[in-house]
């Protein structure tokens, strides 16, 4: 065994002790490390300097109580986090998610992944994560609004323009980006963009809501471009239809493919005519709304299936975009994906792939790009957000978007190079995870031990 597979086996020794009852932030953990193997051989001073032990630690995690009013007049409380992950780069930099499963496991997965995803980018940002257990479905607008500002009245301690800068992620839209920012502004009494992801209006940057499902397209665009391929005339499978989805179909229309399903938790529809755009606006409208349930597409249009609690993998498909959730691709997923001819698969959610399924893709060939590439597009947009807000100018949908194809662009070809200069082309995985550690990693180094 080298030292540098000890020293790996070490470290995750050292995670599974600290972090017991995590599953979701040792996923992520194993898979860097994993990767890493390699660059640590090769590169002794990031053991030297403890780099991983360091890395795999939060810089500071926030637990706090969060009390609101309902309608009812009755007092709920919900517990919240914010996960400083590493700053090594720029301010902490991540979004917030409102779900019901929100916990410490789950926000330290999507914190970790987030750092190297950021340091992707090209753009200064530090990694964060934070959220709550608040289930935003089914609560009126002013239980949304009593929540949010609620929640902010203590994050707003923590958080500031050159500091941590949240931005949404699932339950957090448009709306809850409003009533966070106003509660904000009230209590520090300053304008600032201390949140990406504003509406266009009051700071906001053109193309931010498309950026994450418009990217994660692009992404895949140039992995197919490596074979000389296209989406063109592509089936495509989509699962969620929430922002990511709902852009991430859009894209796939304008380049001539053709997207064949949707989901949401309660199940999935398969619309073998294609979901076009007036279908796409439908959807837009029930969604982001009347924030109705996706079975209502099936009821709406003719020849569409609805697979109650079912995941949108057993379609024949030549892409998929899983755009939902964490863990949404299983082994048995993933090989029946395989099987249907799938030859793509572009994450524009946060690891929605298990271990097992990730294997089944890399054995299989399948163009796979993972989320912290494919799905960078959003946080990537959110840094040129805060370029605009410090500057206090606002660019065009024309700038804004062709600065976010650059960086998938280059997101492509630094996960594309580094895979292939430690041997392992083709393997996006590895190479995202060693181009994003790099950076990082000597950043670290060269700020001592803070
Ligand atoms: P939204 O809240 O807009 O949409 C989420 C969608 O996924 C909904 O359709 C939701 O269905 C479904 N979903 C969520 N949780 C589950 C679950 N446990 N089981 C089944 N379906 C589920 O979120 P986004 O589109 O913003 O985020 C989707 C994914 O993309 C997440 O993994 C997020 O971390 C990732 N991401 C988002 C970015 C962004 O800019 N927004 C940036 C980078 C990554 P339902 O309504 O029934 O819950």
């Given at each position: 065994m080298?030292?540098a597979?000890?020293?790996?086996?070490?470290?995750m020794?050292l995670?599974?002790?600290?972090?017991?009852?995590?599953?979701e932030?040792?996923?992520?953990?194993?898979?860097?490390?994993?990767?890493?193997?390699?660059?640590?051989?090769?590169?002794?001073?990031y053991?030297e300097?403890?780099?991983?032990?360091r890395?795999i630690?939060p810089?500071?995690?926030?637990?706090f109580?969060?009390?609101?009013?309902?309608?009812?007049?009755?007092?709920?409380?919900?517990r919240?986090?914010?996960?400083e992950m590493n700053?090594a780069i720029g301010?902490?930099?991540?979004?917030?998610r409102?779900?019901?499963?929100?916990?410490?496991?789950?926000?330290?997965?999507?914190?970790?992944?987030?750092?190297?995803k950021?340091?992707?980018?090209?753009?200064?940002?530090?990694?964060?994560?934070?959220?709550?257990?608040?289930?935003?479905?089914?609560?009126?607008d002013?239980?949304?609004?009593?929540?949010?500002q609620?929640?902010?009245?203590e994050?707003?301690?923590?958080?500031?323009?050159?500091?941590d800068?949240?931005?949404g992620?699932i339950?957090v839209?448009?709306?809850?980006?409003?009533?966070?920012?106003?509660?904000?502004?009230?209590?520090?009494?300053?304008?600032?963009?201390v949140?990406t992801?504003?509406n266009?209006?009051?700071?906001?940057?053109?193309?931010?809501p498309?950026?994450?499902g418009?990217?994660?397209?692009?992404?895949?665009?140039?992995?197919?471009?490596t074979?000389?391929?296209?989406?063109?005339?592509?089936?495509?499978?989509v699962s969620?239809?929430?922002?990511v989805?709902?852009?991430?179909?859009?894209k796939?229309?304008?380049?001539?493919g053709?997207?064949?399903?949707l989901?949401?938790?309660?199940?999935?529809?398969?619309?073998?005519?294609?979901?076009?755009?007036?279908k796409?606006?439908y959807?837009?409208?029930?969604k982001?709304v009347?924030r109705?349930?996706?079975?209502?597409?099936?009821?709406?249009?003719?020849g569409?299936q609805?697979?109650?609690?079912?995941?949108?993998?057993g379609?024949?498909?030549?892409?998929?975009f899983?755009?939902?959730?964490?863990?949404?691709?299983s082994?048995?997923?993933?090989?029946?994906?395989?099987?249907?001819?799938?030859?793509?698969?572009?994450?524009?959610?946060?690891?929605?792939t298990?271990?097992g399924?990730v294997?089944v893709?890399?054995e299989?060939?399948v163009?796979?790009?993972?989320?912290?590439?494919?799905n960078?597009?959003?946080?990537?947009v959110?840094?040129?957000e805060?370029?605009?807000?410090?500057?206090h100018?606002?660019?065009?949908?024309?700038?804004?978007?062709?600065?976010?194809q650059y960086?998938?662009?280059?997101?492509?070809?630094?996960?594309?190079?580094?895979?292939?200069?430690?041997g392992?082309?083709?393997?996006?995985v590895a190479g995202a995870?060693i181009?994003?550690?790099?950076?990082?990693a000597?950043s670290?180094?060269?700020?001592?031990?803070?």
């Amino acid at each position: 065994m080298s030292s540098a597979t000890t020293y790996i086996q070490s470290i995750m020794d050292l995670a599974k002790s600290r972090n017991a009852g995590e599953p979701e932030f040792l996923q992520a953990v194993t898979e860097v490390l994993e990767s890493l193997l390699p660059v640590l051989e090769q590169t002794p001073k990031y053991r030297e300097h403890h780099i991983l032990e360091r890395i795999i630690e939060p810089e500071r995690v926030i637990i706090f109580r969060v009390p609101w009013i309902d309608d009812k007049g009755q007092i709920q409380v919900n517990r919240a986090f914010r996960i400083e992950m590493n700053s090594a780069i720029g301010p902490y930099k991540g979004g917030l998610r409102f779900h019901p499963s929100v916990n410490l496991s789950i926000l330290k997965f999507l914190a970790f992944e987030q750092v190297f995803k950021n340091s992707l980018t090209t753009l200064p940002m530090g990694g964060g994560k934070g959220g709550a257990d608040f289930d935003p479905k089914g609560k009126s607008d002013n239980e949304v609004m009593r929540f949010c500002q609620s929640f902010m009245t203590e994050l707003s301690r923590h958080i500031g323009p050159n500091t941590d800068i949240p931005a949404g992620d699932i339950g957090v839209g448009g709306r809850e980006i409003g009533y966070l920012f106003g509660q904000y502004k009230r209590l520090r009494n300053e304008f600032t963009g201390v949140l990406t992801g504003k509406n266009i209006r009051w700071g906001g940057s053109l193309i931010r809501p498309e950026a994450t499902g418009y990217g994660a397209v692009y992404f895949a665009q140039n992995m197919l471009a490596t074979q000389n391929d296209s989406i063109e005339g592509k089936i495509c499978a989509v699962s969620g239809s929430g922002n990511v989805a709902q852009f991430t179909v859009e894209k796939v229309n304008q380049l001539g493919g053709k997207c064949v399903t949707l989901s949401d938790s309660g199940g999935t529809i398969y619309d073998p005519h294609g979901i076009d755009d007036e279908k796409l606006s439908y959807v837009m409208e029930l969604k982001n709304v009347r924030r109705g349930r996706i079975k209502e597409y099936a009821d709406t249009f003719k020849g569409v299936q609805y697979y109650e609690g079912k995941r949108p993998w057993g379609v024949t498909c030549d892409c998929a975009f899983p755009s939902a959730t964490q863990n949404e691709i299983s082994e048995e997923d993933a090989k029946t994906l395989v099987k249907n001819g799938c030859k793509l698969v572009s994450e524009g959610a946060n690891m929605p792939t298990e271990a097992g399924g990730v294997d089944v893709f890399l054995e299989a060939k399948v163009l796979y790009g993972p989320g912290k590439a494919a799905n960078a597009g959003g946080v990537a947009v959110s840094g040129l957000e805060m370029a605009q807000n410090a500057t206090h100018t606002n660019w065009s949908r024309e700038e804004v978007d062709g600065r976010l194809q650059y960086i998938m662009e280059s997101i492509h070809q630094q996960a594309k190079e580094a895979a292939g200069r430690y041997g392992m082309g083709g393997n996006y995985v590895a190479g995202a995870n060693i181009a994003g550690f790099v950076k990082v990693a000597d950043s670290m180094i060269d700020q001592g031990a803070v």
